[in-house]
């Protein structure tokens, strides 16, 4: 068994201790590796991650008959002028983080005849994060997408926590997502919004125990990633 698979099946087992009889989606973060590294994940995860769609394109083209029935989330910040790229090649777009970029998500996913699914990107952290919305921003990106655009379905919440060198010092900034989260559901009434994607590499148990129900990960799946390359 190689190195990748069987890191997936280690993960998959702390997961399961973490999650505690609940259900947890584990998505493989597969930016910067290559597509036989992705290759050998496919038969063990059922969700892949990108961050760049430049990046994203080329390996999913070389992918394609593999990536059939794996779902691709794109995770990092989303320009404009990416956006229908973005709605072509992914089901689900994590770092919706503006009402400008709803409204072209919006108006390519229309044209492609395609109900996009999003998360709204909720930053935690204002000193750590560039990207990803206040609650408050959150609130008016959710209801905005609700009055005005039919082809955008707000699945629920991704959040990027400070890194610490101890993972007990993050927990406040999940216990705050969950929060935020938990909240929603509750006022929003909306059978769609049911996703937490919240925990990485370092802290995902934690993240679990504070009520995520999807984890990106990617170095506890490949290895340290190399930007040089
Ligand atoms: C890279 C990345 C991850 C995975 O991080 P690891 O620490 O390698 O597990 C998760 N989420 C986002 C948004 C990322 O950009």
Redesign the pocket.
Same mark, same amino acid.
């Given at each position: 068994m190689s190195t990748i698979a069987r890191n997936i099946i280690d993960i998959k087992e702390r997961i399961l201790k973490a999650a505690n009889g609940t259900d947890v989606k584990l998505i493989a973060?597969t930016?910067t590796f290559s597509a036989d590294c992705v290759k050998e994940a496919l038969s063990y995860v059922t969700d892949i991650?990108e961050?760049k769609i430049q990046e994203a394109l080329p390996k999913f083209e070389i992918l394609s008959d593999s990536l059939k029935n794996i779902n691709k989330h794109f995770?990092?910040h989303l320009q404009s002028n990416k956006a229908k790229k973005a709605v072509l090649n992914f089901d689900l777009i994590? &770092?919706l983080d503006s009402i400008n970029l709803a409204k072209d998500i919006n108006r390519h996913a229309g044209e492609a005849g395609k109900i996009q699914n999003c998360l709204i990107e909720l930053k935690v952290s204002f000193e750590e994060s560039k990207f990803g919305a206040s609650e408050e921003a959150v609130l008016k990106i959710y209801d905005y997408c609700r009055q005005n655009c039919q082809n955008i379905s707000i699945n629920g919440l991704?959040t990027?926590a400070p890194y610490f060198e101890d993972k007990q010092q993050v927990r406040p900034y999940f216990k705050k997502a969950y929060k935020i989260f938990e909240n929603m559901q509750k006022i929003k009434n909306d059978g769609n919004f049911k996703i937490l994607s919240m925990g990485? &590499?370092?802290d995902?148990e934690v993240a679990i125990q504070e009520g995520a129900n999807m984890v990106?990960?990617?170095?506890?799946?490949f290895g340290e990633?190399n930007y040089d390359k």
């Amino acid at each position: 068994m190689s190195t990748i698979a069987r890191n997936i099946i280690d993960i998959k087992e702390r997961i399961l201790k973490a999650a505690n009889g609940t259900d947890v989606k584990l998505i493989a973060v597969t930016k910067t590796f290559s597509a036989d590294c992705v290759k050998e994940a496919l038969s063990y995860v059922t969700d892949i991650a990108e961050s760049k769609i430049q990046e994203a394109l080329p390996k999913f083209e070389i992918l394609s008959d593999s990536l059939k029935n794996i779902n691709k989330h794109f995770i990092g910040h989303l320009q404009s002028n990416k956006a229908k790229k973005a709605v072509l090649n992914f089901d689900l777009i994590q &770092s919706l983080d503006s009402i400008n970029l709803a409204k072209d998500i919006n108006r390519h996913a229309g044209e492609a005849g395609k109900i996009q699914n999003c998360l709204i990107e909720l930053k935690v952290s204002f000193e750590e994060s560039k990207f990803g919305a206040s609650e408050e921003a959150v609130l008016k990106i959710y209801d905005y997408c609700r009055q005005n655009c039919q082809n955008i379905s707000i699945n629920g919440l991704m959040t990027i926590a400070p890194y610490f060198e101890d993972k007990q010092q993050v927990r406040p900034y999940f216990k705050k997502a969950y929060k935020i989260f938990e909240n929603m559901q509750k006022i929003k009434n909306d059978g769609n919004f049911k996703i937490l994607s919240m925990g990485m &590499s370092g802290d995902f148990e934690v993240a679990i125990q504070e009520g995520a129900n999807m984890v990106r990960i990617g170095t506890a799946v490949f290895g340290e990633r190399n930007y040089d390359k």
